[in-house]
Every structure is written in C-alpha cells, then in structure tokens.
C-alpha cells in the first residue's frame, strides 16, 4: 500500500469518528432540550395548580 492509500485511509477513518461525535451530541442536546421543556412544563403545572387554591 502506498502512502496515498494510507493517508486517504487515515483521513476516512477521522471523518468517520468525528462525524459520530457530532451526532452524539446533537442527540444528547436533543434530551437536553426536551428535559427542559418538560420541566417547564412541570412548572406551569405546578403554578396553574397553586392559583386555583
């Protein structure tokens, strides 16, 4: 194998994992947000339920 190959091998393979590490934390910002919605959500709950007292 020529350095060619090698080098166009080592290029692929960097590609590769760096593309997964960006859908790792797309999916994670992804829980992130929906925790949050659910939380507020949660809260408004919690208020609507205080008012009605």
Known sequence: MTVKTFATAGVLLFSVIALSACGNTIRG???????????????????EKAAKN
């Open 29 to 47: 910002m992804g829980k992130d947000t929906a925790g949050a919605v659910n939380a507020t959500q949660d809260a408004g709950r919690s208020v």
